[in-house]
């Protein structure tokens, strides 16, 4: 590649998409006074935010493909800027409802078509030292979000965070026109969607996979949603909410590093998924327990390592079958995890129990695990006796 992107410029596009959501997070109690709405209702905002985003991964997964690169980055950021503002303008909760759906749909771009770049321009362990980096970014993300947030929340409201995100996508999309290159190759394969829809429908490790990263982002992202109201609960400002990014960061970093080492040490992956899913059982009742205190933080720093843990792990198996398609087959991926995603935060917004939602959603990964780990049991059994019996 001529002239591959620079590195700085794709870990900040990579991550847009989690950092402009954790800044939103600690003006939710400020929105639910705000338009007059309870905090179920305000919850909900986030749940419509990820479906959306969903089809936005897909969208422009596809465009990336017709358009190039650098254009579907380049309106991604404008749909982004345009949601931004209505939300900026809004005069009742439905006008920002619409607003977050538009938003997510533009931000799905900083996902889908920041990974096809880094793919066009880096190939074997160079591009695995890349996604390296990615991966750190994405770590201290939250705690640039929910303290920059705290912070604006605290001082200027959710106004303030509204002018925040417009500028950020302004800023963003001045440095993509100025300086991001174009990484599309001369020629490009562009599959037939509906037989690729067909054959991911009909492959249950798929959906397992799928499951698993709604699941276990759901751990995350409840916490995003419901812990703000909790604070509040406690007569703690958006900046002190804020402020529990850090602990929620380091989490993730011990996680990622505990996979690391583990894996260094011969671990499965299917191993360490199952001992993620175990962490976080362990994690959600610790919350459901402690959540009447601020003690909560510290079962909820074990659902964060677990999910650390778990997700390089889901998503380096996901498409190991759909290597020549892997773009398209990566942003239908991405669209069914993110709807069962936005489900789930659209029931975490009912439920309104932090602790009830971990114990659900790791009860279901582990049960998720153990039903996989005993499909692997029965296939090494049967193996086993085809061996014996051609013997």
């Known amino acids: 590649m001529k002239n591959p992107p620079q590195i700085w410029l794709m870990v900040t596009l990579l991550m847009f998409p989690q950092v402009v959501e954790t800044i939103y997070s600690p003006s939710?109690?400020?929105?639910?006074?705000?338009?007059?709405?309870?905090?179920?209702?305000?919850?909900?905002?986030?749940?419509?935010?990820?479906?959306?985003?969903?089809?936005?991964?897909?969208?422009?997964?596809?465009?990336?493909?017709?358009?190039?690169?650098?254009?579907?980055?380049?309106?991604?950021?404008?749909?982004?800027?345009?949601?931004?503002?209505?939300?900026?303008?809004?005069?009742?909760?439905?006008?920002?409802?619409?607003?977050?759906?538009?938003?997510?749909?533009?931000?799905?771009?900083?996902?889908?078509?920041?990974?096809?770049?880094?793919?066009?321009?880096?190939?074997?362990?160079?591009?695995?030292?890349?996604?390296?980096?990615?991966?750190?970014?994405?770590?201290?993300?939250?705690?640039?979000?929910?303290?920059?947030?705290?912070?604006?929340?605290?001082?200027?409201?959710?106004?303030?965070?509204?002018?925040?995100?417009?500028?950020?996508?302004?800023?963003?999309?001045?440095?993509?026109?100025?300086?991001?290159?174009?990484?599309?190759?001369?020629?490009?394969?562009?599959?037939?969607?509906?037989?690729?829809?067909?054959?991911?429908?009909?492959?249950?490790?798929?959906?397992?996979?799928?499951?698993?990263?709604?699941?276990?982002?759901?751990?995350?992202?409840?916490?995003?949603?419901?812990?703000?109201?909790?604070?509040?609960?406690?007569?703690?400002?958006?900046l002190e909410f804020g402020y529990s990014g850090i602990a929620l960061a380091l989490g993730s970093l011990l996680g990622s590093l505990t996979n690391k080492l583990l894996l260094s040490r011969g671990w499965q992956s299917t191993t360490l998924i199952n001992l993620a899913s175990i962490l976080a059982l362990c994690g959600g009742v610790g919350v459901w327990l402690l959540q009447s205190s601020l003690v909560f933080l510290l079962p909820m720093g074990c659902v964060v390592l677990a999910f650390g843990i778990a997700i390089p792990n889901i998503l380096s198996r996901a498409l190991v079958d759909y290597k020549q398609m892997a773009g398209s087959a990566g942003a239908l991926f991405g669209l069914a995890y993110y709807l069962m995603l936005g489900a789930g935060l659209a029931l975490a917004g009912l439920i309104q129990n932090l602790g009830l939602v971990l114990i659900y959603a790791a009860g279901t990964t582990s049960l998720l695990s153990l039903i996989n780990w005993r499909s692997g049991l029965n296939q090494v059994n049967l193996a086993s006796s085809s061996c014996k019996l051609s013997q």
């Open 28 to 238: 939710l109690p400020h929105i639910s006074q705000a338009f007059g709405v309870s905090f179920e209702t305000a919850s909900q905002t986030l749940s419509v935010y990820f479906i959306a985003f969903a089809l936005g991964v897909v969208v422009w997964g596809r465009l990336c493909d017709t358009l190039g690169r650098k254009k579907s980055m380049i309106y991604g950021l404008v749909t982004y800027g345009i949601g931004a503002l209505i939300a900026l303008l809004a005069g009742n909760f439905e006008t920002l409802l619409l607003a977050r759906i538009i938003s997510a749909f533009g931000a799905a771009v900083g996902s889908i078509v920041t990974q096809t770049m880094l793919r066009d321009s880096f190939e074997g362990p160079e591009l695995g030292k890349v996604f390296s980096v990615m991966g750190m970014g994405i770590s201290i993300s939250p705690v640039i979000g929910l303290m920059a947030g705290g912070i604006i929340a605290q001082s200027l409201g959710h106004i303030g965070v509204f002018g925040l995100l417009l500028l950020l996508a302004i800023t963003l999309w001045l440095v993509s026109v100025w300086i991001l290159p174009e990484t599309r190759p001369e020629t490009v394969t562009t599959v037939e969607l509906w037989p690729l829809v067909k054959r991911m429908l009909r492959d249950s490790s798929i959906w397992h996979s799928a499951a698993l990263v709604a699941l276990f982002n759901l751990m995350l992202f409840s916490y995003y949603s419901l812990a703000p109201f909790i604070f509040a609960s406690f007569n703690m400002s958006s």
